[in-house]
T-cell receptor, first 110, second 115 residues
Framework: QKEVEQDPGPLSVPEGAIVSLNCTYS??????FMWYRQYSRKGPELLMY????GNKEDGRFTAQVDKSSKYISLFIRDSQPSDSATYLC??????????FGTGTRLKVLA | SAVISQKPSRDICQRGTSLTIQCQVD?????MFWYRQQPGQSLTLIAT?????????ESGFVIDKFPISRPNLTFSTLTVSNMSPEDSSIYLC????????????FGPGTRLTVL
């Protein structure tokens, strides 16, 4: 079993839809949870990070962590074609070593 | 955030040769990291490079294959040595800008194809 599982997609949604991206994990020591967005042929761009459980909102993006279920989510409201990218979750137990999911490809259709 | 550049952005190399990838940051950082991103797989940490000390390699990666230099606080290089087609991948550097462990920023990557 991988430490971090992420559905690779692709996920196609119409413009304006609410998108839900998810990761599950097995290591209960993870305390830091990150979401990165990666456009084609670009490096990952940090979108959100959350410490421990709870929600964090930034504009159209909401990150949610449920440590009891070992489950994290990223919600995108009012999705735009410019949101089309691969979304990577990453986790850390508090060291520099991040464990990444394989990424979910999202396509928002105009 | 940090502004990170990598050179080259892409390259096509012959089997058995070596390629050195450069990573430049716009300000001084303590820790720099090198990752590999293979198609359909998650980012995998190769090694951590701190200025003034030997790089720390993760399991499955060795210095002879991936020698790293970190001559100052804004620059690092990764060499992929004696390449084979299995080394075809995207290589990314990242930095820990804030000194904490929750904010790694990535460069644009180097896309390597080995024939």
């Amino acid at each position: 079993q991988k430490e971090v599982e992420q559905d690779p997609g692709p996920l196609s949604v119409p413009e304006g839809a609410i998108v839900s991206l998810n990761c599950t994990y097995s290591n209960s020591a993870f305390q830091y949870f990150m979401w990165y967005r990666q456009y084609s042929r670009k490096g990952p761009e940090l979108l959100m990070y959350t410490y421990s459980s709870g929600n964090k909102e930034d504009g159209r993006f909401t990150a949610q962590v449920d440590k009891s279920s070992k489950y994290i989510s990223l919600f995108i409201r009012d999705s735009q074609p410019s949101d089309s990218a691969t979304y990577l979750c990453a986790m850390s137990s508090g060291t520099y070593k991040y464990i990444f999911g394989t990424g979910t490809r999202l396509k928002v259709l105009a | 955030s940090a502004v990170i550049s990598q050179k080259p952005s892409r390259d096509i190399c012959q089997r058995g040769t070596s390629l050195t990838i450069q990573c430049q940051v716009d300000s001084q950082v303590t820790m720099m990291f090198w990752y590999r991103q293979q198609p359909g797989q998650s980012l995998t940490l190769i090694a951590t490079a701190n200025q003034g000390s030997e790089a720390t390699y993760e399991s499955g990666f060795v210095i002879d294959k991936f020698p790293i230099s970190r001559p100052n606080l804004t620059f690092s290089t990764l060499t992929v040595s004696n390449m084979s087609p299995e080394d075809s991948s995207i290589y990314l550097c990242s930095v820990d800008r804030s000194g904490s462990t929750d904010t790694q920023y990535f460069g644009p990557g180097t896309r390597l194809t080995v024939l």
